[in-house]
């Protein structure tokens, strides 16, 4: 199993630019999230997902969409970028949501500049 | 107030010591879960330990050990015979499971091996 991936590993946006994203899962996990970590800090729920066709917002949602037409995948979207979205993002699965099983395992991440 | 408190922004450790890191949080929902990730310096979240809020006993995995102590709140990792590769950022969170989906992070702390 690949576990959680992310593309792309690194970019460089100019402000008002949009783009995408992109997570995925191969271990049939239900539950999906995005992350955004900013120097010195722990992470912040972006939006999350309980299952496909399912999507809510967390801490941090302005700025951003989600949509999870898959179980498997599970993409950003930035509509349009700011400088105050330059963030290292992380995508994370689980496969439930009590014991063990919430443990949320997380992708390798993802540096956005925006300039 | 924050719900997940290190105290401890830096430590060393000499190499094959044990070494704590410590957490506390704050909670009012009797169900929840304590998570414990290392960040290395090429950025991924890499999990490393769970426990329940209702579990009795303390959760262990290979080196490392979650000393709990639900009484007063707190989830301290135990890191037992340090490597070097142990030099990383570690990350206490916690999730309330009558809330969203999210978890709650801690500051970090750095931890250092020495030769």
């Known amino acids: 199993n690949a576990g959680v991936t992310q593309t792309p590993k690194f970019q460089v946006l100019k402000t008002g630019q949009s783009m995408t994203l992109q997570c995925a899962q191969d271990?049939?996990?239900?539950?999906m999230s995005w992350y955004r970590q900013d120097p010195g800090m722990g992470l912040r729920l972006i939006h999350y997902s309980v299952g496909a066709g399912i999507t809510d917002q967390g801490e941090v949602p302005n700025g951003y969409n989600v949509s999870r037409s898959t179980t498997e995948d599970f993409p950003l979207r930035l509509l349009s970028a700011a400088p105050s979205q330059t963030s290292v993002y992380f995508c994370?699965?689980?496969?439930?949501?009590?014991?063990?099983?919430?443990?949320?395992?997380f992708g390798p991440g993802t540096r956005l500049l925006v300039l | 107030a924050q719900k997940i408190t290190q105290t401890q922004p830096g430590m060393f450790v000499q190499e094959k010591e044990a070494v704590t890191l410590d957490c506390t949080y704050d909670t009012s929902d009797p169900s929840y879960g304590l998570f414990w990730y290392k960040q290395p310096s090429s950025g991924e979240m890499i999990f490393l330990i769970y426990q329940g809020s209702y579990d009795q006993q303390n959760a262990t995995e290979g080196r490392y050990s979650l000393n709990f102590q639900k009484a007063r709140k707190s989830a301290n990792l135990v890191i037992s015979a340090s490597q070097l590769g142990d030099s990383a950022m570690y990350f206490c969170a916690m999730r309330e499971r009558d809330s969203s989906y999210k978890l709650i992070f801690g500051s970090g702390t750095r931890l250092l091996v020495r030769p």
């Open positions: 271990m049939n996990h239900e539950y």
């Open positions: 994370a699965s689980s496969r439930g949501t009590s014991g063990a099983q919430e443990t949320q395992y």
